[in-house]
Protein backbone atom coordinates (compact mmCIF):
# COMPACT_ATOMS: atom_id res chain seq x y z
CA UNK A 1 0.00 0.00 0.00
CA UNK A 2 1.48 3.29 -0.55
CA UNK A 3 1.26 6.15 1.41
CA UNK A 4 2.32 9.27 0.38
CA UNK A 5 5.15 11.16 2.74
CA UNK A 6 4.11 13.80 4.89
CA UNK A 7 6.35 16.97 4.31
CA UNK A 8 8.68 17.46 7.50
CA UNK A 9 10.27 20.98 6.61
CA UNK A 10 13.03 20.13 9.24
CA UNK A 11 14.26 17.33 7.04
CA UNK A 12 15.72 18.49 3.65
CA UNK A 13 15.60 15.01 1.74
CA UNK A 14 13.31 13.68 -0.49
CA UNK A 15 12.29 10.26 -1.47
CA UNK A 16 11.85 7.65 -4.49
CA UNK A 17 8.73 5.90 -4.85
CA UNK A 18 8.87 3.00 -7.69
CA UNK A 19 5.43 1.78 -9.60
CA UNK A 20 6.46 -1.24 -11.11
CA UNK A 21 4.78 -4.44 -12.81
CA UNK A 22 3.85 -6.17 -16.42
CA UNK A 23 2.35 -4.14 -19.60
CA UNK A 24 -0.80 -2.87 -19.32
CA UNK A 25 -0.84 -3.06 -15.52
CA UNK A 26 -1.30 0.81 -15.56
CA UNK A 27 2.06 1.63 -13.92
CA UNK A 28 2.07 5.14 -16.54
CA UNK A 29 -1.50 5.47 -15.36
CA UNK A 30 -0.57 5.52 -11.88
CA UNK A 31 2.68 7.44 -12.43
CA UNK A 32 0.40 10.08 -14.43
CA UNK A 33 -1.95 10.50 -11.50
CA UNK A 34 0.39 11.37 -8.98
CA UNK A 35 2.47 13.92 -11.00
CA UNK A 36 -0.96 15.40 -11.79
CA UNK A 37 -1.79 15.57 -8.48
CA UNK A 38 1.42 17.50 -7.42
CA UNK A 39 1.16 20.26 -10.18
CA UNK A 40 -2.44 20.57 -8.69
CA UNK A 41 -1.29 21.12 -5.65
CA UNK A 42 1.03 23.98 -7.63
CA UNK A 43 4.72 21.84 -7.11
CA UNK A 44 6.94 22.43 -9.52
CA UNK A 45 7.38 18.95 -11.52
CA UNK A 46 9.66 17.68 -14.43
CA UNK A 47 9.12 14.59 -16.05
CA UNK A 48 11.32 12.40 -17.96
CA UNK A 49 11.39 9.42 -20.47
CA UNK A 50 13.95 7.64 -22.45
CA UNK A 51 14.52 9.07 -25.80
CA UNK A 52 13.86 5.68 -27.81
CA UNK A 53 10.41 5.08 -26.28
CA UNK A 54 8.21 7.07 -28.92
CA UNK A 55 5.22 4.65 -29.65
CA UNK A 56 2.50 6.86 -28.41
CA UNK A 57 4.45 10.59 -28.71
CA UNK A 58 8.11 11.79 -29.26
CA UNK A 59 7.28 13.94 -26.28
CA UNK A 60 4.22 13.08 -24.18
CA UNK A 61 4.30 10.36 -21.43
CA UNK A 62 1.25 8.89 -22.69
CA UNK A 63 -0.62 5.82 -20.40
CA UNK A 64 -2.32 2.94 -22.40
CA UNK A 65 -5.75 4.56 -21.70
CA UNK A 66 -4.54 7.91 -23.63
CA UNK A 67 -4.06 9.87 -20.57
CA UNK A 68 -0.80 11.99 -21.24
CA UNK A 69 1.50 14.69 -19.53
CA UNK A 70 4.12 16.15 -21.45
CA UNK A 71 7.80 15.03 -20.76
CA UNK A 72 11.23 15.65 -21.93
CA UNK A 73 12.86 12.97 -23.52
CA UNK A 74 16.40 11.99 -22.70
CA UNK A 75 19.20 9.73 -24.13
CA UNK A 76 21.06 8.70 -20.89
CA UNK A 77 19.90 8.81 -16.69
CA UNK A 78 22.99 11.92 -16.63
CA UNK A 79 20.75 14.43 -18.79
CA UNK A 80 18.03 14.32 -15.62
CA UNK A 81 20.07 15.63 -13.68
CA UNK A 82 21.24 18.14 -15.51
CA UNK A 83 17.77 19.44 -16.67
CA UNK A 84 16.15 18.69 -12.85
CA UNK A 85 16.67 22.17 -11.35
CA UNK A 86 14.28 24.07 -9.15
CA UNK A 87 12.18 21.11 -9.19
CA UNK A 88 9.65 19.71 -6.34
CA UNK A 89 8.95 16.46 -7.94
CA UNK A 90 10.47 14.54 -11.05
CA UNK A 91 9.13 11.49 -12.50
CA UNK A 92 10.51 8.67 -15.10
CA UNK A 93 8.78 6.51 -17.01
CA UNK A 94 9.90 3.42 -18.73
CA UNK A 95 12.85 3.75 -15.96
CA UNK A 96 13.69 -0.16 -17.42
CA UNK A 97 14.95 1.24 -20.79
CA UNK A 98 17.61 3.70 -18.60
CA UNK A 99 21.05 2.65 -18.01
CA UNK A 100 22.54 1.13 -14.55
CA UNK A 101 23.18 4.83 -13.57
CA UNK A 102 19.51 6.13 -12.91
CA UNK A 103 19.96 4.31 -9.54
CA UNK A 104 22.50 6.94 -8.57
CA UNK A 105 20.24 9.74 -10.09
CA UNK A 106 17.47 8.89 -8.52
CA UNK A 107 19.27 8.81 -5.33
CA UNK A 108 20.64 12.10 -5.77
CA UNK A 109 17.57 13.67 -6.39
CA UNK A 110 15.80 12.59 -3.12
CA UNK A 111 19.21 13.50 -1.30
CA UNK A 112 18.52 17.22 -2.87
CA UNK A 113 15.12 16.83 -1.07
CA UNK A 114 12.73 15.85 -4.41
CA UNK A 115 10.04 13.58 -4.70
CA UNK A 116 10.86 11.34 -7.20
CA UNK A 117 8.13 8.91 -9.03
CA UNK A 118 9.46 6.39 -10.97
CA UNK A 119 7.41 4.05 -13.36
CA UNK A 120 8.78 0.62 -14.96
CA UNK A 121 8.80 -2.96 -16.04
CA UNK A 122 10.13 -5.25 -13.24
CA UNK A 123 10.15 -8.01 -15.47
CA UNK A 124 11.32 -8.75 -18.85
CA UNK A 125 9.69 -10.76 -21.27
CA UNK A 126 11.58 -13.66 -20.45
CA UNK A 127 10.82 -13.53 -16.63
CA UNK A 128 13.76 -11.70 -15.94
CA UNK A 129 14.53 -8.70 -13.30
CA UNK A 130 14.88 -5.98 -15.63
CA UNK A 131 17.04 -3.39 -16.11
CA UNK A 132 17.77 -1.14 -13.17
CA UNK A 133 14.66 -2.02 -11.71
CA UNK A 134 15.43 -4.17 -9.06
CA UNK A 135 18.38 -1.83 -7.67
CA UNK A 136 15.59 0.96 -7.74
CA UNK A 137 13.05 -1.47 -6.06
CA UNK A 138 15.57 -1.40 -3.09
CA UNK A 139 16.43 1.69 -2.36
CA UNK A 140 13.26 3.25 -2.90
CA UNK A 141 10.94 4.11 0.28
CA UNK A 142 7.59 2.94 -1.31
CA UNK A 143 7.10 0.05 -4.10
CA UNK A 144 4.20 -0.06 -5.50
CA UNK A 145 3.11 -3.01 -7.72
CA UNK A 146 0.28 -2.77 -10.33
CA UNK A 147 -1.25 -5.71 -12.19
CA UNK A 148 -3.42 -6.58 -15.27
CA UNK A 149 -5.41 -8.78 -15.91
CA UNK A 150 -4.47 -12.32 -17.70
CA UNK A 151 -5.58 -12.46 -21.05
CA UNK A 152 -5.99 -16.26 -20.96
CA UNK A 153 -7.60 -16.58 -17.76
CA UNK A 154 -8.51 -13.67 -16.24
CA UNK A 155 -6.70 -13.76 -13.37
CA UNK A 156 -4.12 -10.88 -11.95
CA UNK A 157 -1.10 -10.78 -14.55
CA UNK A 158 2.33 -9.68 -13.92
CA UNK A 159 4.33 -11.92 -16.91
CA UNK A 160 4.94 -9.69 -19.79
CA UNK A 161 4.95 -12.85 -22.49
CA UNK A 162 5.66 -11.45 -26.15
CA UNK A 163 3.78 -13.17 -28.57
CA UNK A 164 6.02 -11.34 -31.58
CA UNK A 165 8.92 -13.16 -32.84
CA UNK A 166 12.36 -11.55 -32.27
CA UNK A 167 14.66 -12.68 -28.96
CA UNK A 168 16.44 -8.80 -28.33
CA UNK A 169 15.51 -7.59 -25.08
CA UNK A 170 14.05 -4.37 -25.98
CA UNK A 171 11.11 -4.26 -28.62
CA UNK A 172 8.56 -2.00 -28.38
CA UNK A 173 5.25 -3.13 -28.47
CA UNK A 174 1.93 -3.17 -28.00
CA UNK A 175 -0.99 -5.52 -27.64
CA UNK A 176 0.10 -6.94 -31.31
CA UNK A 177 3.29 -8.02 -30.12
CA UNK A 178 3.03 -8.43 -26.25
CA UNK A 179 -0.11 -9.98 -23.71
CA UNK A 180 -0.41 -9.96 -20.11
CA UNK A 181 -0.38 -13.15 -18.30
CA UNK A 182 -0.38 -15.44 -14.90
CA UNK A 183 2.24 -17.33 -13.83
CA UNK A 184 0.69 -20.42 -14.55
CA UNK A 185 -0.54 -19.16 -18.13
CA UNK A 186 3.19 -17.57 -18.67
CA UNK A 187 5.01 -20.94 -18.09
CA UNK A 188 2.49 -23.05 -20.25
CA UNK A 189 2.78 -20.45 -23.18
CA UNK A 190 6.41 -20.77 -22.66
CA UNK A 191 6.18 -24.40 -22.39
CA UNK A 192 4.38 -24.71 -25.44
CA UNK A 193 6.55 -22.50 -27.53
CA UNK A 194 9.53 -25.02 -26.27
CA UNK A 195 7.73 -27.62 -27.42
CA UNK A 196 7.10 -26.16 -30.93
CA UNK A 197 10.40 -25.60 -32.07
CA UNK A 198 11.94 -28.73 -30.56
CA UNK A 199 8.86 -30.40 -32.87
CA UNK A 200 10.52 -27.99 -35.98
CA UNK A 201 14.49 -28.98 -35.14
CA UNK A 202 13.00 -32.28 -35.24
CA UNK A 203 11.45 -31.87 -38.29
CA UNK A 204 14.10 -29.99 -39.80
CA UNK A 205 16.29 -32.65 -39.83
Not at 36 to 62: G, N, S
Not at 102 to 118: P, S
Not at 142 to 152: D, E, F, G, Q, S
Amino acid sequence: MFLENTVNHNEQFGWIEVVCGSMFSGKTEELIRRLKRAQFAKQKIEIFKPALDTRYDEEMVVSHDANEIRSTPVPSSSNILILATDVDVVGIDEAQFFDDGIVAVCNELANRGVRVIVAGLDMDFKGNPFGPMPALMATAEYVTKVHAVCTRTGNLAHYSHRTAAGDELVMLGETQEYEPLSRAAYYKAIRTEKNKKEAQNTNGE
